[in-house]
């Protein structure tokens, strides 16, 4: 681009004045300012006032020196020096972890009804403190807090299966989570793309397992690979450090061993596992498999048997979880051993094989002396008896269980999957869906159809890392951040305490705090909200609209200007070019990404257009003027809400021209990606009209040129008014091909008349 006076503003230069509120995450149960400041120091002395509390006086003195370069003596009395006194009170809370932060002039005060309280009340104060400091003077407000936590689960996932994570990165992962006292990390150890915990009894699981060939590389359907062995598990004394490392901030780790169905990786390892016997391969991409372990089989038990036992004594969790979900039933369908299991057990189907097998599974762990979490799919058939259930299909699952007296965990896809795209402007491939910050923060576990004696069974909730399109540290946090501060609030903070536009208030400061610890963060709230409308009979515009009321919008046209001017109403689009538009706060700092939006006029563009048939609900696009409104999509199923989407259906549409022009061309622009579906057009028709009645099809056959990106093209030289396009659906899918048996999708998002 060459816009270069817009250089100098961007995102990190948002100011965070004396009248913002403090970005306290979450928000605390009571809160009362007082005046002044308690300066720290490093003559400030940590008072420990209460026994064993050494660890969470050097988790503090750690994140002193990591940020302000300096570390605080430690000590059991005061002195004469300004003090923090951490010690414990009798709170009487219904839950653990409730603390008291008291700050005056000369002291702070915190006092928790056990070690996690205290250190909770630390992770308060640390939010407190000032980022970027003109010296090592701390200025910190003086106030009073009384809190405790709502839920007595908290909890974060995270799929190190598809993607690996290093010990240290997991480690990094456990700190964002004891920032916003999270006290749950549910760590997602095998799937079919890759097995990643040391199991000394079983060596193939990661000689094996914990290495594909290769892996997909762009979006799911796109059959693209990267072409790159990808290996990565973590031995048994890693498992203990992190473990260790979570214990340390107030954290359970919870091991999830997925079974029967995901088990790829270990049927690739062992493959006397599986109904075939193999051969296998660890999966190369995403998705689900139909090879699943074979449940007819007593010794795919016994190997888990042994798989757990080494489990249970690398952590101390009381609960495992042993997953449970997308296990398809067609090896179990014409498996000899499993069916003969389900007549020796009288079982009627092959759903209650799987309730036979999570049940068998659950009776050998609480024989152990621990209990089982299991994904909502372990409903189907009969719960097993102990059993809690985690809620990740909408809450369906979660109030069925409930109503059975069994503990739930909420954790619906939406809005508690944090790897879902949280812009409509995203740039980076994601698992799809759209999961704003505000919609995780208006979420509420407890649904209002239980009672208040079932509502005792919901124990929290959980947001949940699926890493298939994401590899790196850099891509976790700015999937995480801020979405997981709305999250840490909806957990913490009761419910009528919490309050959108609060939190939209202290978001500045919040994103100032990611800054100062050098986080990546996504501005995805702060992105403009795009429409491309109709204006008037013939014509399009460009609307903006912001999440904040108070902001302006500017705007540049093409990238070679060197002005911006001020959005006041939609934008008449009078010529093909490229748009650009970002918010701006009070002072005229660009405080969002740029939007950025080409367009590609033609005859055709805001024009009169009907549909014969009306696209599927789930990609319409905002209905028929998506195929006249001058974009075109070369972003695939990134965009894929810009697609006019027929299941099994045909595209007809007529265009008018308003009068008699002269055409030279027309051009529909379609998209394939059999992955997904979705399937070029069996064939491609175009008509003319000068009466809108009589339609004449064009004797050129249209051309077609692209692979996922499609154009049908064809020459006219004549007047006409009216273009009709008719466009075939694949039909049925064939065998062998993705998605055989369903009706295939047709995608398309734009028609041009040249």
Not at 316 to 330: L, R, V
Not at 601 to 628: C, D, H, M, Q, W
Not at 634 to 654: H, P, T, W, Y
Request: glycine share 8%; proline share 5%.
């Amino acid at each position: 681009m060459k816009l270069k006076f817009l250089l100098f503003v961007f995102i990190h230069s948002l100011d965070v004045n004396a009248q913002t509120p403090l970005p306290l995450v979450p928000a605390p149960v009571s809160m009362t300012m007082g005046k002044g400041n308690f300066i720290l120091s490093p003559q400030t002395t940590i008072v420990l006032e209460g026994s064993n509390l050494e660890k969470e006086a050097s988790f503090l003195n750690n994140y002193l020196m990591q940020f302000y370069g300096y570390s605080l003596p430690v000590g059991t009395k005061k002195t004469n020096q300004q003090s923090i006194v951490l010690n414990y009170e009798r709170l009487d809370q219904p839950l653990p972890g409730a603390y008291n932060l008291h700050i005056n002039e000369k002291e702070v005060y915190i006092a928790g009804d056990n070690a996690a309280g205290v250190f909770y009340g630390i992770q308060t104060l640390i939010q407190l403190l000032p980022v970027n400091p003109a010296n090592k003077q701390l200025q910190v407000p003086q106030l009073s807090i009384e809190d405790r936590p709502r839920f007595a689960y908290r909890g974060m996932h995270l799929d190190v299966a598809r993607h690996f994570f290093s010990v240290k990165e997991v480690k990094k992962y456990i700190d964002y989570l004891a920032l916003y006292k999270f006290n749950n990390f549910h760590w997602h150890l095998t799937e079919d793309q890759g097995w990643r915990i040391e199991i000394k009894k079983y060596p193939k699981l990661t000689e094996v397992g914990s290495c594909r060939a290769q892996t997909l590389s762009g979006r799911y359907g796109s059959d693209v690979y990267d072409g790159k062995k990808y290996c990565g598990f973590y031995t048994q004394e890693e498992i203990k450090e992190v473990v260790q490392y979570a214990a340390d901030r107030h954290i359970n780790v919870i091991p999830e061993i997925d079974i029967p169905g995901h088990s790829l990786a270990a049927l690739s390892s062992y493959p006397f596992l599986g109904c075939t016997k193999g051969p296998y391969k660890v999966m190369e991409t995403w998705g689900v498999s139909n090879e699943v372990l074979c449940a007819g089989n007593d010794s795919t038990y016994r190997f888990y048997e042994d798989v757990l036992d080494e489990i249970i004594q690398l952590f101390p969790s009381a609960y495992i979880h042993i997953g449970g979900d997308e296990c398809p039933k067609e090896r179990w369908k014409t498996c000899p051993v499993c069916q003969q299991k389900m007549k020796k057990e009288s079982l009627p189907d092959e759903h209650a094989l799987q309730s036979y097998f999570i049940t068998r599974i659950e009776k050998y762990i609480n024989s152990k002396g621990r209990k089982i979490i299991g994904w909502d799919e372990i409903l189907e058939g009969g719960l097993a008896p102990n059993a809690t259930v985690m809620s990740w299909r909408g809450e369906a699952g979660g109030i069925a269980a409930a109503k059975q007296n069994h503990y739930v965990i909420m954790t619906p896809e939406n809005p508690l999957y944090i790897n879902h795209q949280q812009s409509r402007n995203e740039d980076s491939v994601t698992q799809g869906g759209y999961n704003p910050i505000e919609n995780v923060y208006q979420y509420n576990p407890v649904p209002s159809i239980l009672t208040e004696k079932q509502a005792k069974y919901i124990l929290g909730a959980q947001g949940n890392m699926w890493s298939e399109y994401i590899s790196n540290t850099s891509k976790l946090e700015y999937m995480l951040f801020p979405r997981m501060a709305a999250l840490a609030e909806v957990l913490w903070t009761p419910q009528e305490k919490r309050n959108w536009p609060g939190f939209e208030k202290r978001l500045p400061g919040i994103l100032a705090q990611y800054r100062f610890r050098g986080l990546n963060y996504s501005t995805a709230f702060y992105d403009l909200q795009p429409a491309v409308i109709r204006s008037g009979d013939t014509g399009i515009a460009w609307k903006l609209e912001s999440r904040l009321p108070d902001g302006k919008i500017i705007y540049v046209i093409d990238s070679t200007t060197n002005a911006s001017f001020t959005y006041t109403q939609p934008i008449e689009i009078k010529q093909s070019g490229l748009w650009g538009a970002a918010l701006t706060d009070s002072k005229n700092k660009i405080i969002s990404k740029w939007t950025w939006q080409s367009f590609n006029l033609n005859l055709a563009s805001g024009k009169k257009i009907t549909l014969r048939v009306e696209p599927n609900k789930s990609y319409s696009a905002g209905g028929a003027f998506a195929l006249v409104d001058g974009i075109q999509n070369n972003k695939g199923m990134l965009r894929s809400a810009q697609f006019l989407g027929f299941n099994g259906n045909d595209l007809e549409a007529v265009i008018d021209l308003g009068s008699n022009k002269t055409v030279d061309s027309i051009i529909l622009h379609a998209f394939e990606q059999k992955g997904s579906w979705i399937y070029a057009p069996a064939s491609v028709t175009f008509f003319t009209s000068i009466d809108g009645k009589e339609f004449n099809p064009l004797k050129e056959k249209p051309q077609r040129s692209g692979t996922k990106n499609l154009e049908y093209a064809c020459r006219v030289n004549s007047q006409t008014r009216f273009i009709k396009v008719v466009a075939k659906n694949y039909g049925m899918i064939p065998p062998g091909e993705p998605g055989a048996g369903n009706k295939a999708w047709l995608f398309a998002d734009e028609i041009e008349v040249k």
